[in-house]
């Protein structure tokens, strides 16, 4: 055996994964197809939003508490600073599902919170166009997470700890059997005890079982200019999910505090190839984007300045796939995040890493279970 795990693509939840397991004393070997940080993947733009009262689901509110505390764990190991606290609004129709799902996030995990009556948040938050029917909800253990820097600063904890990376090596194949994995590069095949399968967007290339389930989707993130520099300070605007309508954007404050990023996150375009990503912007996809920008965040110039296309793999149920495939030997993944697994990455490391040691995880993550699609044929 060359590893007790083989864990492939050390981006977000690669990175954190070797992390964690380095650091309980597995032997780890770990590949990735571009380099350390690299920005091919979900990771880059700057940064990612950190929210504990989450659309997404009640559920994952336990997740997010102990994330909080790995990203704290992960910046005294590393002694960078990855996470700031500035607060998150959350701002939507008072009937919408998404403000329904946040307000059951706070009543049953009892998060600190505060929501804002309509004039004392127009005082306080000039940034927002509101109306009526708007909630405003701040949300006080939220921020952003500089995401190159978190995952470069997990692998190299992961080093740290013994790890052995290998950046710019791309892996053709895995075969599972039942004494491992054989993992086949380029030019080597290497043989592990497990395998854990972390490779975002690209996953389907290597389990093309799964190629309807785990959808690669382009995700565009956009800059704008301010019309007044000294509203768009960190410490003037907290992180922000804008719901209206059709209309969804989120986005945070340049750490610079020279812009904000805010991005169109409804409805990202699928795409056939990981590889051939276009690297430029689509006319259909700014349309919608300046609008709700023109709308919802009249402080700003309604045309963003610098747009940078990522990708993410999304599921049907936009639910991630976390655990064993029980029907293929050895290999675990950690893939389909859907556009909101940054902010989870470092406990998605910490279960991962008791599945493989303990054979079982103290966190309910049964509605990640990667089994849940009953028409999966795994070979």
């Known amino acids: 055996m060359d590893a007790e795990v083989g864990i492939i693509g050390l981006g977000t939840m690669g990175s954190m994964t070797a992390w964690q397991l380095a650091k309980n004393r597995v032997t780890v070997l770990g590949f990735e197809k571009f380099g350390i940080g ?3 993947t979900a990771a880059g733009g700057e940064s990612r939003l950190f929210r504990t009262a989450y659309m997404e689901g009640p559920e994952y509110v336990p997740l997010l508490k102990e ?3 790995l990203w704290r764990d992960l910046e005294q190991e590393s002694q960078n600073s990855l996470l700031t606290l500035n607060g998150g609004l959350m701002i939507g129709e008072e009937d919408s599902a998404e403000i329904k799902v946040i307000k059951e996030s706070i009543e049953e995990f009892q998060l600190e919170h505060e929501i804002l009556d309509k004039e004392a948040a127009r005082k306080r938050y000039p940034q927002f166009k509101l109306y009526d029917n708007d909630v405003v909800i701040l949300d006080k253990n939220a921020g952003f997470i500089r995401p190159e ?4 600063s997990a692998a190299y904890q992961a080093k740290k700890y013994g790890a052995e990376l290998k950046p710019y090596s791309s892996v053709e194949q895995i075969i599972p059997d039942d004494d491992g994995v054989e993992i086949i590069t380029s030019g080597r095949t290497f043989k592990v005890k ?3 399968v972390t490779t975002g967007a690209w996953s389907f290339k290597l ?3 799964l190629k309807d389930k785990l959808i690669p989707k382009r995700l565009l993130l956009t800059w704008f200019a301010p019309k007044n520099l000294d509203l768009v300070l960190p410490n003037k605007l907290p992180i922000f ?3 209206r309508g059709d209309f969804r954007l989120t986005g945070a404050p340049t750490l610079d505090g020279t ?7 409804k409805d990202p375009l699928t795409i056939d190839d990981p590889d051939l990503l276009y690297r430029d912007v689509y006319p259909e996809e700014i349309e919608k984007l300046t609008e709700s920008v023109k709308r919802l965040l009249p402080v700003l110039y309604p045309d963003p300045v610098r747009a940078t296309p990522y990708m993410d793999a999304y599921t049907p149920d936009n639910h991630a796939m976390l655990g064993a495939l029980s029907n293929l030997k050895n290999v675990f993944i950690a893939s389909g995040f859907s556009g909101h697994g940054f902010k989870l990455a470092p406990t998605i490391g910490k279960i991962i890493s008791e599945l493989i040691i303990h054979g079982k995880t103290n966190y309910d993550v049964s509605h990640l279970d990667p089994n849940r699609f009953s028409n999966i044929q795994l070979q």
């Open 207 to 209: 389990l093309p079982e």
């Open 149 to 152: 820097l978190a995952v470069v």
């Open 194 to 196: 497990k395998v854990v």
């Open 259 to 265: 812009m904000v990023k805010a991005s169109y996150t």
């Open 38 to 40: 690299n920005d091919r």
């Open 67 to 69: 994330a909080k505390v």
């Open 241 to 243: 999910a804008r719901l």
